[in-house]
């Protein structure tokens, strides 16, 4: 959206809204605070989930191919695998596209407020891009990528030893 198409974070002048405008503010901008502070509090337990799952995955694999050997039914697991870090990668920019959305608010409250520490903070980063820091989302994207490659190599493996091209058993 154009930067002239988009509303004022702040609604009303201050001495429309009375005495207590910057004490309002100034909450709201601590509530708003802790609700972009809770969406990365909810993206870590998808990631300690999505992760417990796409391990537990891997685990189910070995252990079955140990006890029963290679079968079609097999192909399942690392299907399912691919799914949930398809589905964890889509998540991941999700929360990273909200979050980026409530910084964006975020700053335009501090606009208004005496400093803007976030602001000061993210132009000191480089926005992500400099040397010493990398967005914590560019990184944490990686994660279910290798667990999609690892599925997809368990996938071939189990295709070629059902195809009898190879006997992983030796």
């Given at each position: 959206m154009a930067e002239q198409e988009r509303e004022s974070v702040i609604r009303q002048a201050a001495d429309a809204?009375?005495?207590a405008f910057h004490a309002d503010l100034l909450e709201q901008y601590?509530?708003?605070?802790?609700?972009?502070?809770?969406?990365?509090?909810?993206?870590v337990i998808s990631n300690r989930y999505l992760l417990t799952l796409n391990a537990a995955l891997v685990a189910l694999y070995?252990?079955?191919?140990?006890?029963?050997g290679q079968g079609y039914w097999t192909l399942?697991?690392?299907?399912?695998?691919?799914?949930?870090s398809l589905l964890w990668y889509l998540i991941i920019r999700s929360h990273a596209d909200l979050?980026?959305?409530?910084?964006?608010?975020i700053h335009e409250f501090e606009q208004h407020l005496p400093?803007?520490?976030?602001?000061?903070?993210?132009?000191l980063a480089k926005r992500g891009r400099g040397k010493t820091y990398r967005t914590v989302t560019t990184?944490?994207?990686?994660i279910p990528v290798l667990f999609a490659v690892l599925h997809v190599v368990l996938a071939v493996?189990?295709?070629?030893?059902i195809a009898g091209v190879v006997d992983w058993t030796r």
């Open positions: 809204y009375g005495g601590k509530l708003y605070v802790q609700s972009a502070e809770n969406v990365s509090a909810r993206r070995g252990l079955q191919s140990a006890t029963f399942l697991i690392p299907v399912i695998g691919i799914a949930v979050n980026r959305i409530k910084f964006d608010v400093a803007a520490m976030y602001e000061y903070e993210w132009k990184i944490e994207g990686w493996m189990i295709i070629l030893s």
